[in-house]
């Protein structure tokens, strides 16, 4: 028979004590889109790429009541987050996950107590925050992202809007906020433009989020997508402070035209015309020493966060011996401790600075390396 001490063992192992009193909201409220058509509840790295259904190939309410996705909610709810990979999820990593209880306060609280005290792993409502992914075309071709200009043919927006009007805007019927995008940029894709159109037309509660590089985010694209009213929160992805790096990490960008539209969407923050207002910055060998100037910069635009995130291999980019190259966060790169000295200066602890890995870098602590889709992923559909 177990001793006290053993059971108490073999049940730390199943159910880790940091985790015992935590949530995560993510099964429960969000969905991401893939040009594969593969669906996911959050970052796919976090959880190894385990997708919960395909939008090519299975009706909604089958894809967010997926057997993936009912064992995801199952493992949170039990406290063993079994499906979640603890080492990748910044969220579990770097004990960022909300309390049971806390969760209650959040703006999508009621739904999440309902779920804990119920014990609800099959819903009846969909998802509330929606990311599409599914478009690469982008009017800028970042090396860290790919290594040229990718615009979709003209039969893969075809295919593209048949998913948009048989899956998305059903999968859309509950949604508060639509995310647009994780590949590719809104402004640069005639399909993500059409989107925007479409969903003022037939959701006109619905809001949107923007993840773009902005060089085309200008009052003209703005009116065009009709997002007036209804844009919650921009989100720039610029990893620069300066045009000379600004031409190397953006390439095809416009470093005066980025800064003339920042100034309109920080325009519309001031007016409160949008909730939220990021600015992003991924790390690299190339820019890291203006990681200081990106806060500043971000200072002077007001906004309510600045993002940094460590650079990983996007495989349709940098080829293995670039990545060596570019990955300052590594304890084997050679200008690593002048990395650590940038980042050990007080302003990264300003609040409105993030950095998941932050503490651990200065710990020494090396976060683990992330798997990202492979350039052959993206060309499956
Ligand atoms: S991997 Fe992290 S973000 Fe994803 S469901 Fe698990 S805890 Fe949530």
């Known amino acids: 028979m177990d001793t006290p001490e053993a059971a108490e063992e073999a049940s730390s192992k199943v159910f880790p004590e940091a985790l015992r009193d935590r949530f995560c909201p993510s099964p429960w409220s969000y969905a991401e889109i893939f ?8 970052c796919s790295a976090w959880t190894n790429f385990k997708f919960i259904g395909n939008i090519f190939t299975d009706p909604p309410e089958l894809v967010w009541n997926s057997r993936q996705a009912i064992a995801m909610r ?6 063993s987050f079994c499906e979640c990979d603890h080492l990748k999820c910044p969220h579990i990593f770097g004990n960022l996950l909300p309390t049971r209880q806390s969760i209650r306060q959040a703006w999508h609280g009621g739904v999440m107590g309902e779920a804990i005290d119920r014990n609800l792993t099959s819903l009846a409502h969909g998802p509330l925050v929606v990311k599409l992914n599914t478009d690469e075309s982008c009017n800028l071709s970042c090396p860290s992202c790919r290594d040229k200009l990718l615009v979709a043919a003209k039969s893969k927006q075809a295919r593209l809007q048949l998913a948009f009007d048989n899956f ?9 906020i639509l995310v647009l995008s994780g590949d590719g940029d809104p402004f640069g894709s005639n399909h993500y433009r059409h989107v925007m159109i479409q969903t003022a037309e037939h959701l006109p509660n619905l809001k949107v989020g923007l993840h773009t590089n902005a060089v085309l985010l200008d009052e003209k694209a703005w009116e065009d997508c009709r997002l007036e009213g209804r844009t919650e929160m921009v989100q720039v992805s610029i990893d620069a402070a300066t045009e000379k790096t600004y031409s190397i990490v953006r390439r095809g960008g416009d470093f005066n035209r980025l800064l003339k539209n920042l100034d309109f969407i ?6 409160n015309d949008i909730k939220r207002f990021d600015i992003i910055f991924v790390v690299q060998t190339h820019n890291f020493e203006e990681m200081k100037d990106f806060i500043l910069l971000g200072k002077q635009l007001g906004v309510d966060s600045v993002e940094f995130m460590l650079i990983y291999q996007w495989s349709r980019g940098l080829n293995s011996v670039e990545y060596q190259q570019q990955k300052i966060w590594g304890a084997e790169h050679p200008r690593h401790r002048e990395f650590l000295k940038v980042i050990s200066d007080p302003i990264f602890r300003d ?15 090396q976060p683990a390396e992330i798997a990202t889709p492979t350039g052959e992923a993206f060309q499956k559909y």
């Open 168 to 176: 998305i805007l059903p999968f859309l019927k509950d949604a508060r």
């Open 74 to 79: 199952a493992g949170i709810l039990e406290g």
């Open 351 to 365: 609040p409105m600075v993030t950095m998941a890995a932050l503490d651990m870098l200065l710990s020494e602590i």
């Open 35 to 42: 040009s594969t058509g593969e669906v996911f509840v959050c």
């Open 266 to 271: 920080a325009a519309k923050r001031r007016s």
